[in-house]
């Protein structure tokens, strides 16, 4: 179905549907504080997308679907350098990251599973009764980082979650200079139009507070030992697969 008000967007403005931008891509997976660096990156000048945009990187208008959305939320000019899109599932991977400068952000075991069930509290969804279900989500997503990795040879930054919110101004100052971006990244960071809503992004009150916020560990949530254990054995082989990038 075409979506003719985000086709008459590409139409009210020829030279963003025109031209060629260059691109970023955050490989994670979900409450791996991927929602504030993405806010980080889409506050910088030179960057446009701030979102998950759950278009399939395999698509071959996939670049003109994202021009439309950000267009549709005046997120995009001719003036920005860079397309952003974070992906936490692998139906939207791209085949070949030889077109995108590669971000890859992942969060220890025990925190990001604990995380993934609290977050089905928020939006009363099936992830929060199911340990089973969030750590097999979490174990393949890793398994798919690490395949598409290995089949490309290209330099990659590499994020750990807690080194974003304890080693901030480190983590940001060294990916503007993988960006090579003329403007430095900083903590503080925008609200936009989506900014809060499940589909696209973090849905608690934290991400609208424009700054980094060091969140709670969800002591109450249990996730079994033996889960654990299998899902530091994923988090070991992506940290040093790409450690050696």
Sequence with gaps: MVNFKKLSQLIMHPM???????KIILLSHMRSRSSVLSHILGSNSEISGYYEQHQRHTDPFYEIKIKANLLQDNSLSYQHRYLYDKVLHERFDPQTLEAYKVVVLIRKPPSALKS????GGITNSLWQEDPYRAFAYYC??????INIIEKNKIDIFFVEA???????????????VFLELDSPLTSNYKSFGKTGEAIYGDPSDNIKSGTIVKTENHTKVMIPDELLAIAQHYYDRCQKLCAKK
């Design 16 to 22: 963003v549907a025109t031209k060629k931008y260059n």
């Design 116 to 119: 993934i069930m609290s977050m």
């Design 162 to 176: 807690d080194d974003l919110v304890e080693k901030t101004d480190d983590v940001l100052n060294e990916l503007s």
């Design 140 to 145: 393949h997503r890793l398994q798919g980082i």
